[in-house]
């Protein structure tokens, strides 16, 4: 990152921040990973922001911003958009400075933050749902502002959110004995890795810094492309905390400015990665199970993407120290079936197929006899329709018990005498399985 300027935003203003957030939070823990330390060779850290008081860091820039404020702009009130983890700092900051809010969200919002939202900032918020995606949101929020003269919290378009998302960076450099080797952030609408690339150019130039988006929802790399931010048209809204139609003017900017100082540089310092929702979904049940951590898809995007440095030609020493950031834990339980799902969608242990059963006794057993293995298991069993009175197509869900199996699975079905179609997660039909 080094030669990486911007007016937008200096490390002083990241420094201040930290300031006002002294007597507010609690600097997160950075925690060896041992699992992931294991399998990629390096040490890495995850940088706990998933145990702040509102389970994100979002906390940091919404408060900081709204500290900020004069008296006839706290008399006025705030309102913020969110897709519900800077929702829950605005809350939060409501509440301890005395200032209302109305708070603008997805009608796809999980319901637990919704419940957090309101845990939070108690009767100086007011929840407002409209619309099905962050974006959405964000209109209805700005037309109130212009309608009431209420001030804007902007989760990352501004230049005092960035400031206090990127206090991260200041804290993650006070709890190592020297400078990481890399630190991977997850990025939704820029200002995380804004304020982190900002602070980290000044401070420690020399950190190569990694921006990790969803594969279905990544409007940072789109803007990169193009040259300027713009409007995503098609998105997977699944990874919320990170689904954003379009990043911000401002965090643009400084990305910009940090892409075409790599591309002039002799060495990568910085990059963006795509991952593959399914991917999230693995590396969240992942840390559940060996770390005990609760994070919502968001949250769990960098360490996600650890895997994928190798292939980023970063020139990394052996004993490289990787910091990736657990940026928020807002994950409702409901949800952890799609998550199931996803994660062995991905794996390649869950496949769907239709299959064409001949109307009389015996044809499913000796579909479960003839074409499963002895490790395969039937998730999903559901008639499709009956096109005669001789046969009907069901559609079959399908558990593998290793992927080197599915080979096999489709050599039996293609000699069975049943009529049998895989659907292919890329078509049109499988979008209405998950």
């Keep these: 990152m080094v030669g990486v300027t911007t007016e937008t935003l200096s490390a002083a203003d990241v420094e201040e921040a930290a300031l006002r957030l002294a007597d507010v939070i609690e600097s997160s823990p950075l925690q060896i990973c041992e699992r992931l330390s294991r399998e990629s060779g390096w040490q890495v850290y995850l940088k706990r922001e998933d145990l702040q008081a509102v389970r994100s860091y979002k906390l940091r820039g919404a408060f900081n911003l709204m500290s900020q404020l004069n008296e006839s702009e706290r008399a006025a009130g705030v309102v913020c958009a969110s897709a519900g983890n800077h929702a829950q700092g605005v809350a939060f900051a409501s509440k301890r400075l005395g200032i209302s809010a109305r708070v603008y969200l997805p009608r796809t919002t999980p319901r637990q933050k919704r419940d957090r939202i309101r845990v939070h900032g108690g009767e100086r918020v007011e929840l407002i749902l409209v619309g099905d995606t962050y974006d959405d949101a964000a209109a209805a929020a700005l037309a109130d502002v212009r309608a009431t003269g209420a001030t804007l919290v902007p989760p990352f378009d501004d230049r005092r959110t960035m400031a206090g998302q990127g206090t991260i960076g200041a804290e993650i450099l006070a709890q190592l004995p020297k400078p990481p080797d890399v630190v991977v952030v997850p990025v939704g609408g820029g200002g995380l890795i804004a304020g982190l690339l900002a602070y980290l150019a000044e401070r420690a130039p020399r950190v190569r810094v990694v921006g990790v988006e969803p594969a279905g929802a990544a409007s940072m790399t789109a803007a990169l492309a193009a040259g300027a931010p713009m409007t995503l048209h098609e998105m997977d809204p699944f990874v919320d905390g990170a689904a954003v139609r379009r990043v911000g003017d401002l965090p643009y900017e400084i990305v910009a400015a940090a892409a075409a100082a790599d591309d002039a540089g002799d060495r990568e310092s910085f990059r963006m990665v795509e991952v593959d929702e399914g991917a999230i979904c693995t590396e969240m049940l992942a840390l559940y199970q060996n770390e005990g951590i609760i994070a919502e898809p968001a949250g769990a995007l960098a360490a996600a993407a650890v895997g994928l440095i190798g292939e980023l030609r970063l020139e990394l ?28 969608v991905h794996s390649g242990l869950k496949h769907y197929f239709l299959v064409e059963f001949a109307q009389k006794p015996g044809a499913l057993r000796q579909f479960l006899d003839e074409v499963l293995g002895p490790e395969d ?58």
């Design 377 to 434: 298991d039937i998730t999903l069993f559901e008639y499709v329709k009956r096109n005669n009175r001789d046969t009907g197509p069901a559609l079959v869900g399908i558990e593998i018990g290793a992927v080197e199996a599915l080979p096999g699975l489709l050599q039996r079905m293609e000699e069975s005498p049943m009529r049998i179609e895989q659907i292919d997660p890329g078509s049109p039909a499988y979008a209405y399985l998950t």
């Design 317 to 344: 020493p052996e004993d490289a120290v990787v910091v990736a950031l657990v940026s928020g834990g807002n994950n409702d339980v409901s949800r952890y079936g799609e998550v199931v799902e996803r994660s062995l």
